[in-house]
Nanobody
């Protein structure tokens, strides 16, 4: 049974940092291109970053997060991470991980709130 479990969200002031984690189980993880997505209230879910498998030699970022967010992976742990720095209020959203193209069932996500 495929399962994605996101964690690491929370409340942070503008300019702060958070590191999100996603643990994947029930799938062949290493060779999949993985991605982080986010959905803000009243908006469609959007992809913010992706990382290729198996060694993460290629990554992509949405223009809105480029230079502030870094995606990484640990295949030994079936995990993908999102380091988020210089957070802005507009980064407030529920964050999810999935494959690029979102081919797996969605997890519950992790809430990130950026406000003063």
């Amino acid at each position: 049974q495929v399962q994605l479990v996101e964690s690491g969200g929370g409340w942070v002031q503008p300019g702060g940092s958070l590191r999100l984690s996603c643990a994947a189980s029930g799938l062949s993880f290493s060779f999949r291109t993985m991605a982080w997505y986010r959905q803000a209230p009243g908006r469609q879910r959007e992809e913010v970053a992706s990382i290729s498998g198996p060694v993460g030699s290629s990554s992509t970022y949405a223009d809105s997060v480029k230079g502030r967010f870094t995606i990484s992976r640990d295949n030994a742990k079936n995990a993908v991470y999102l380091q988020m720095n210089s957070l802005k209020p507009e980064d407030t959203a529920v964050y999810y991980c999935n494959t690029k193209g979102s081919t797996l069932p969605w997890g519950q996500g992790t809430q990130v709130t950026v406000s003063s």
